[in-house]
């Protein structure tokens, strides 16, 4: 399924991006509009993402290794990604940043529906982005963003008091970003990855 949503991503890059510029261009000479460099966003992003996901894969990979021995279901239960991002923008179409991103995760494991696991997991990461732009006008944007992250992981277990610090690897692919305003205003995303399913905010420029 991901290598589909990728393959779809770039396939809209290729066939509308060109198409998508020359329009740009023209509507941006028409109003001799400033370019901004420095982009700011704070968004929450939907708690479906990949930090909830990773954290189903771990538990589920216990219980398999430990043959249910430990214990054998468990209930995650996931809470939005809050978000800042930073984009330096080189062009009409390219920019570069990094985003800091923050979510906590609870999690109750169970041995024959016996309460055995209390888990609460910080997740704190760093990532690094690039934005595409393929359709821009005044206070009306349309784009696709690709990130890469690091994030550590901090669970604590609350019945038997134990505390695990940990590194993991992390994605996001934006498919449709929808950016309104000019100077100031918000935005809407679909993607996947560490900012979920579906993501908003607030956003600026100068």
């Known amino acids: 399924m991901t290598k589909l949503l990728i393959s779809l991503f ?3 890059f290729i066939t509308t991006g060109p198409i998508f510029s020359r ?3 023209k509507a941006d000479s028409r109003t001799d509009m400033t370019l901004p460099r420095h982009e700011f966003e704070v968004g929450i992003g939907a708690p479906i993402n ?3 996901f990773l ?3 771990s538990t589920a990979l216990g219980i398999a290794l430990t043959a249910g021995l430990v214990y054998d279901d468990l209930d995650i239960r996931p809470a939005p990604v ?3 991002d930073y984009q330096y923008r080189f062009n009409k179409t390219i920019s570069l940043g990094g985003s800091l991103d923050y979510t906590r995760i609870r999690k109750y494991a169970y041995q024959s529906e016996e309460l055995r696991g209390d888990f609460s997991t910080n997740y704190y990461q760093i990532a690094i982005e690039t ?5 821009r006008r005044q206070k009306f944007q349309m784009y696709g963003t690709a990130g890469l992250g690091i994030g550590i992981g901090q669970k604590y277990e609350r019945l038997h008091d134990e505390r695990q610090t940990f590194v993991i690897p992390n994605f996001h692919l934006t498919l449709l970003g929808l950016s309104f305003g000019q100077r100031f205003g918000g935005f809407l995303e679909i993607g996947t990855g560490y900012k ?3 993501s908003c905010g607030i956003r600026g420029s100068f």
């Open 82 to 84: 809050w978000y800042a």
């Open 196 to 198: 979920g399913l579906l």
């Open 131 to 135: 934005n595409i732009t393929y359709y």
């Open 23 to 25: 329009e740009t261009d």
């Open 55 to 57: 954290e189903g894969l």
């Open 50 to 52: 990949s930090f909830f």
């Open 10 to 12: 770039l396939v809209l």
